[in-house]
Nanobody, 120 residues
Framework: VQLQAFGGGLVQAGGSLRLSCAAS????????TAWFRQVPGKEREFVAT????????YYADSVKGRFTISRDNAKKTVYLQMNSLKPEDTAVYYC??????????????WGQGTQVTVSS
């Protein structure tokens, strides 16, 4: 299974971006896809996760109400719609896949990061 994340960029505070995470394959070990983010010198931070089968989602408190995670089973793609962006959302965003939903970075598969920069 390979994951490819894209869609990052530079946006002004209050703006929106949509990230995509495309999977080259799926297995029983990739029932859940999540987004994490990381800034230099800090640990990787959980953002959101979604189950492929049930569509159940979980969000970090810091993004709840602003970010929406969704999936397109046919395209094997998970999206992260980010609205009302703040400068503190600036980070490299990573998508990950694994068998269970968890807010810890214990996912088996990781995509490359995509940079999101929010200017004030």
């Amino acid at each position: 299974v390979q994951l490819q994340a894209f869609g990052g960029g530079l946006v002004q505070a209050g703006g929106s971006l949509r990230l995509s995470c495309a999977a080259s394959g799926r297995s029983s070990r990739t029932r859940t896809t999540a987004w994490f983010r990381q800034v230099p010198g800090k640990e990787r931070e959980f953002v959101a996760t979604i189950s492929w089968n049930s569509g159940v989602t979980y969000y970090a408190d810091s993004v709840k109400g602003r970010f929406t995670i969704s999936r397109d089973n046919a395209k094997k793609t998970v999206y992260l719609q980010m609205n009302s962006l703040k400068p503190e959302d600036t980070a490299v965003y990573y998508c990950a896949a694994g068998p269970i939903a968890t807010m810890t970075p214990l996912y088996e598969y990781w995509g490359q990061g995509t940079q999101v920069t929010v200017s004030s």
